[in-house]
């Protein structure tokens, strides 16, 4: 895809955040964008970055590290929103801004640890299985608590709140039931921890569902880049 395409695709989502948000009344600046570059190449990230993104998003640890390299030139801010094994956390705490798909507590104690000293915290959401799925990544909504108040003590975190990928359905009423449910176990973590400002919801297919229930930041990666070749 060349830089204009990206451009336009980039100004299209923007689009949709804005009228998404007016319709319930949010103001637009509230929905940051993160770009989900994934298996796509280097080149698209530039072109991109030229548009004015300065958020990616990246689940392939060592795709990501080399994206990073051949982009240092660039001031972009790198998330990894992938599944974490304990092998790659030192990699990903040297290298990343934020993390979105911490889901225990082994994880994030050792991107505590592990996160050079010479970075600033790590910024991390907690991935929440939402719709209830026995293979789906994320911590359990009733272990949620715990977990938040265990990792917002971690020295070398900054706990920002929630993220989840949601079951796909068709219509906007169905999207809209577990982003409510991620949205409702958020109001209630602030409760204790008002600090939090981030739920990582919504993707390419289900942004307006997601901007309805309260995303503060949408993860789009097939409408900025196209479909991913496999
Ligand atoms: C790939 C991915 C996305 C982007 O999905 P699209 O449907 O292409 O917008 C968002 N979040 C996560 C966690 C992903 O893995």
Redesign the pocket.
């Known amino acids: 895809m060349d830089a204009d395409c990206i451009a336009g695709n980039i100004a299209e989502v923007s689009e949709r955040v804005r009228a998404a948000a007016e319709k319930v009344g949010r103001d637009p600046a509230t929905v940051r964008l993160l770009a ?1 570059s ?1 298996t796509h190449p280097v080149e698209v990230v530039r072109a991109a970055a030229a548009a004015g993104q300065r958020d990616f ?1 990246e ?1 392939y640890l060592q795709e990501a590290i080399d994206k990073i390299a051949a982009t240092a030139d660039l001031d972009l801010s790198w998330h990894f ?2 599944p974490i094994q304990s092998n790659k956390t030192r990699a990903i705490a040297g290298h990343f801004h934020w993390v979105h798909s911490v889901d225990r507590l082994k994880i994030a104690r050792r991107l505590s640890e592990q996160r050079p000293p010479e970075l600033p915290p790590l910024k991390v959401c907690l991935q929440v299985n939402i719709s209830g799925e026995a293979s789906k990544a994320g911590v359990e909504p009733d272990e949620l608590p715990a977990l938040a108040a265990a990792v917002a003590a971690l020295p070398r975190l900054e706990l920002h709140g929630l993220m989840a ?1 949601p079951a796909p359905a068709e219509d906007e009423a169905r999207q809209r039931e577990p982003l409510a449910r991620l949205a409702a176990l958020f109001a209630s973590l602030r409760e204790t921890l008002p600090g939090l400002d981030t739920l990582s919801m919504g ?3 289900d942004l307006e569902a997601a901007i309805a229930e309260g995303a503060t930041l949408v ?5 900025i880049f196209g479909p991913r070749g496999t």
């Open positions: 989900v994934k998003g689940n929103i992938g990928i993707m390419s297919a993860r789009i990666g097939t409408a």
